[in-house]
């Protein structure tokens, strides 16, 4: 069975700073997608970033840019020039085609001021 | 327009009470999802549809029963719940369920529920 790990259920980083989150998966497929929500205090969920295993480019969204490595099962977000709407928790998931979504138990980001 | 809309946005309710969610969405989407999330934990699925019709549901208990009238409605009745189903109930929807390709998923801003 697929399991996505955060072990990182906190992290703090100074406004401005660079903060990277961690994220480890496990599975035997070889075609899958990882993604990155934000889940902002009482604000809906919303997608951040995603990547197709088949892609050996890491993704890229503004400040959001991830390192996956595939033969490692690891997929981190790094989020830079933090900013103080970054405050949320966030969630790794995994997918595969049209299997439901797997998600890790979340890093709550803390932004200081 | 990407919105998720879901009422009401609280609902406090007695374990012999009969209530129901709903979650609406107008981007032509033709998946819809419900989730449940316990405060601190990632989002639980609990039932998919597809094209107005159950796709899947996770093994959840008769108390909670889907309903989806139409492409763009999605409505979740409640009938004797317990105490621990409190939680946030998310509403999400997608293109398609998708098939070698996954389609992302809309999250509407949740329902939160207390059984009291």
């Known amino acids: 069975a697929q399991t996505v790990t955060q072990s990182q259920p906190e992290m703090s980083v100074q406004e401005a700073e660079t903060v990277t989150l961690s994220c480890t998966y496990d599975?035997?497929?070889?075609?899958?997608?990882l993604f990155w929500y934000k889940q902002p205090p009482s604000r809906q969920m919303i997608l951040v970033i995603r990547q197709e295993a088949y892609k050996q480019q890491n993704a890229t969204e503004n400040r959001f840019s991830v390192n996956f490595q595939k033969a490692a099962k690891s997929f981190s977000l790094k989020i830079s020039d933090s900013q103080l709407g970054d405050a949320a928790m966030y969630f790794c998931?995994?997918?595969?085609?049209?299997?439901?979504?797997?998600f890790g138990k979340g890093t709550r980001l803390h932004i200081l001021p | 327009d990407t919105e998720v809309t879901q009422t009401p946005k609280h609902l406090v309710m007695g374990m012999t009470n009969k209530k129901s969610l709903k979650c609406e969405q107008h981007?032509?989407?033709?998946?819809m999802y419900w989730y449940k999330q316990k405060a601190k934990k990632p989002p639980e699925l609990m039932f998919v549809?597809?094209?107005?019709?159950?796709?899947i549901n996770e093994s959840v208990p008769s108390r909670f029963s889907p309903e989806c009238p139409n492409s763009s409605l999605l409505n979740l009745h409640l009938h004797a719940l317990q105490p621990e189903d409190s939680a946030l109930y998310l509403c999400a929807s997608s293109q398609d369920l998708g098939g070698t390709f996954s389609y992302e998923q809309y999250f509407g801003p949740g329902t939160r529920l207390t059984v009291t």
């Open positions: 549809y597809s094209y107005e019709k159950l796709s």
């Open positions: 599975t035997s497929e070889s075609d899958y997608y």
């Open positions: 981007m032509g989407h033709r998946a």
């Open positions: 998931a995994y997918r595969r085609g049209d299997d439901k979504i797997i």
